[in-house]
C-alpha cells in the first residue's frame, strides 16, 4: 500500500507562486509514474503535470513554462513549483502516484485560492 499526503495549498494573489509538496509512505518503490491533478468546482478532474521515476516529464498546455514538476525518490517525495498563477487555477490539486500493476493512489487533496 502506498499512501500520499500533498501540502502546500493556500491563498495567494494572481501572478503569485506556490509550491505544493506530495510526501509517499508505504510500499513507495512500486511507485512508478507521478502525477499532479486538480479539480474546480463544476469542473472534471485534470492532469496538470506528470512525471516518471526517471524524471521525463509532462505538462498540460495551459500550465507550460510557469509549472515545474519534480521529484526526490530518496526523500520519497513530488513537488509543483507553480508561478504566475491565475484565478481560473483555482481548485483542488490532487497528488497522483501509480504503481508497476497500474494502479492509481490518490492523495486527499490540497487547496489551491488564487484571488483576482
Known amino acids: 500500500q502506498v499512501q500520499l499526503v500533498e501540502s502546500g495549498g493556500g491563498l495567494v494573489q494572481a501572478g503569485g507562486s506556490l509550491r505544493l509538496s506530495c510526501a509517499a509512505s508505504?510500499?513507495?518503490?512500486?511507485?512508478?509514474?507521478m502525477g499532479w491533478y486538480r479539480q474546480a468546482p463544476g469542473k472534471q478532474r485534470e492532469l496538470v503535470a506528470s512525471?516518471?521515476?526517471?524524471?521525463?516529464?509532462n505538462y498540460a498546455d495551459s500550465v507550460k513554462g510557469r509549472f515545474t514538476i519534480s521529484r526526490d525518490n530518496a526523500k520519497n517525495t513530488m513537488y509543483l513549483q507553480m508561478n504566475s498563477l491565475k484565478p481560473e487555477e483555482t481548485a483542488v490539486y490532487y497528488c497522483?502516484?501509480?504503481?508497476?500493476?497500474?494502479?492509481?493512489?490518490w492523495g486527499q487533496g490540497t487547496q489551491v485560492t488564487v484571488s483576482s
Open positions: 497522483n502516484g501509480i504503481d508497476w500493476g497500474s494502479r492509481d493512489y
Open positions: 508505504g510500499s513507495t518503490f512500486m511507485i512508478s509514474n
Open positions: 512525471i516518471t521515476r526517471g524524471g521525463s516529464t
